[in-house]
């Protein structure tokens, strides 16, 4: 590769670096959505019960979630460029072994290595160019980082239900192996070492371990809670071990000189305002589509493709805003950009949440539209806040800390919601299903189903089996409208949170601090950069 170092200037570096970061993104989101629309087919070639369907999806979040900080921090301490290096080689590993495998307890431990990939390099890109690009130029570099994040998205469901219908749903997963190949060479080969200086080569893996756990309780919690009761002995203590520990993260991390997240960085307005919106847009969007794809199946009765392909208006206006509203960032700070993107976000989820049994497609196009253009308008300015907020040299942590809020946002939102759907779809029923002659264990059996594909009961007479659907829809669509509210209290809350919390300017933090050896390393040789 050497022949064509010469096409690699200082002028351009940049730009090669953010080409590869972005191919390593489109890696990684795009997993995100390809294994949904496979799910039918794994189901029928592996044999895989619901749970362990639910186990290929969650495994990999919960992984994923948990290990986000520390990924960041690990590449400030060892090198941003060889922990994200690190992180795709897993991932692409653990593709292959992914693609391979023979039943569904392979396939989910594959996936659980895939998001322990996904931890170390999604902070890598994010930090790798905040380091590459000055704070000026920053709200563009991350526009066209987000751009790319939404096309993922956009092309998961298409590509994933063409390769899972024409070729096999393994091949969702070989598709990563020539990708993430190219993203290790382009990183060894245009991506320069950086790292935080101002602090050793130790790691602090008493954090590391009681935030692991700490996180990986209240993750599983969020997950199940629906399945197994938010009252149920599991739940409870799952929570009560993730408060206790969360308590014992915070004691100790004080008392340590490189702790796995500097508390100092929530000293800034900006990155306190970055974060609770980036864990609201989450909560917000996650929920709205996963019961939006659920809503598209089992009452507009699309199939999964088909449904995938509906929510491309979303993606494709994210995709063009995205970088867009990176530049408006530089020009006049994050704060409005922010502000109006969470307003129209709001405003959408309320449209969403006038839905009803006889609505269609084309009657909510425009919600999706509209939250297509508030997700665009936030997205790279939030990053770019809260990446301007710290100085380079924590951007490897503050990446980590920034996703891991997002990631746990979107998964409390699918919870919370997912609560109140049920609660009050159940609550619809009671009264719709009363005169059906149902046994309580039958009611309670079609409730259940309506967050798991379109209801039905066995054996019931073809009148009855009819008004049980339209029992079930108006069921679903009741419980969804209720979800969307609360969906936009918590969305017009960040648009507050957003317009007291973040400066209209920004902060920029990117003075250059040199290397320097430190205290607790012997001689101090663990400071020098990294070649």
Known sequence: ???????????????????????????????????????????????????????????????????????????????RRRAFVFGVAVFTISSATAGFAPDDIS???????????????????????????????????????????????????VLGG?????????????????????????????????????????VDYLGVGILTVSLTALVLALIEGNSWGWGSPAVVSLLAVSVVTLVGFVLAENRVSAPIIEFGLFKSRNFIGAVITAFIISFAMMGVFFFLALYMQNVLGYSALEAGVRFLPTTLVIMALSPLSGRLSDKIGPRIPIVAGMAMITLSLY????????????????????????????MSPMSTAAMNAVSKTKAGVASGVLSMFRMVGGTFGVAALGALFQGEAKHRLAGTLGDQGLSPAQRSDFA???????????????????????????????????????????ALAGTLIAFLMIRQHGESLDEEVEPAAHPTERGGQGAAPVA
Request: with cysteine; net charge neutral; hydrophobic share 50%.
């Open 351 to 378: 449209l969403f949440s006038r839905i009803e049994v006889g609505t269609t497609f084309v009657d909510i196009l425009p919600s999706f539209i509209i939250l297509g253009a508030g997700i665009g308008l936030t």
């Open 107 to 157: 396939l989910v431990a594959s996936r659980v290595l895939q998001g322990i990939g996904a931890a170390f390099m999604m902070p890598g890109t994010l930090s790798i160019i905040t380091d590459a690009f000055p704070a000026s130029e920053r709200g563009k570099a991350i526009g066209t980082w987000a751009g790319v994040s939404a096309l993922a998205l956009a092309v998961g469901p």
């Open 162 to 202: 063409f390769l899972t219908e024409h070729v096999s749903w393994r091949a969702i997963f070989y598709i990563n192996l020539p990708v993430g190949t190219l993203a290790v060479l382009a990183a060894l080969f245009v991506v320069r070492e950086s790292r935080d200086v101002t602090v050793g080569r130790k």
């Open 1 to 79: 590769m050497s022949r064509y170092q010469h096409l690699i200037t200082d002028e351009n570096r940049k730009w090669w670096t953010l080409g590869a970061m972005c191919l390593a993104l489109f890696m990684v989101m795009l997993d995100n959505t390809v294994v949904n629309v496979a799910l039918p087919s794994i189901q029928r070639d592996l044999d895989t019960s619901i749970s362990g369907l639910e186990w290929i999806v969650n495994g990999y979040t919960l992984s994923f979630a948990v290990l986000l900080a520390v990924g960041g921090r690990i590449g400030d301490i060892f090198g």
């Open 448 to 490: 259940h189903q309506l967050t798991g594909g379109a209801p039905h009961l066995d054996g019931v007479p073809a009148a009855q089996a009819a008004k049980l659907t339209a029992a079930g829809h108006d069921a679903f669509v009741y419980g969804l409208s209720h979800a969307m509210v609360l969906s936009v209290s918590v």
